[in-house]
């Protein structure tokens, strides 16, 4: 049974950053193919903001060029989204996934997490 866990959201001022974690249980976030943090608006689609593969590949979507950066800690095991200068458009419900390759993609997605909400104001 796979589980994905997203912490560390919240509400934040514009401006401000956050540091998104996602931990597993029956799967290895660093060997998986493609680990993926992907984001919802209420009345959006969900987008794929950020992809990282076990050969360290990454992917940003130009909504997160710049500001974002996927990274993981292979002692830890666990998955981090870094989103910088946050504003208000940044306000989601964000996912932690694990995929086959180009994960950025929903239907590529084998697993996901329950969410984590994350409100600039």
């Known amino acids: 049974h796979v589980q994905l866990v997203e912490s560390g959201g919240g509400s934040v001022q514009a401006g401000g950053s956050l540091r998104l974690s996602c931990a597993a249980s029956?799967?290895?976030?660093?060997?998986?193919?493609?680990m993926a943090w992907f984001r919802q608006a209420p009345g959006k689609e969900r987008e794929g903001v950020a992809t990282l593969t076990r050969d360290d590949d990454t992917y940003y979507a130009d909504s997160g060029k710049g500001r974002f950066v996927i990274s993981r800690d292979r002692a830890k095991d666990t998955l981090y989204l870094q989103i910088n200068i946050l504003n208000a458009d940044d306000t989601a419900m964000y996912y932690c996934?694990?995929?086959?390759?180009?994960?950025?993609?929903?239907?590529?997605?084998?697993?996901w997490g329950q969410g984590t909400q994350v409100t600039v104001s």
């Open positions: 029956g799967l290895t976030i660093s060997t998986y193919y493609c």
């Open positions: 996934a694990a995929g086959r390759a180009d994960c950025y993609r929903p239907d590529r997605v084998n697993f």
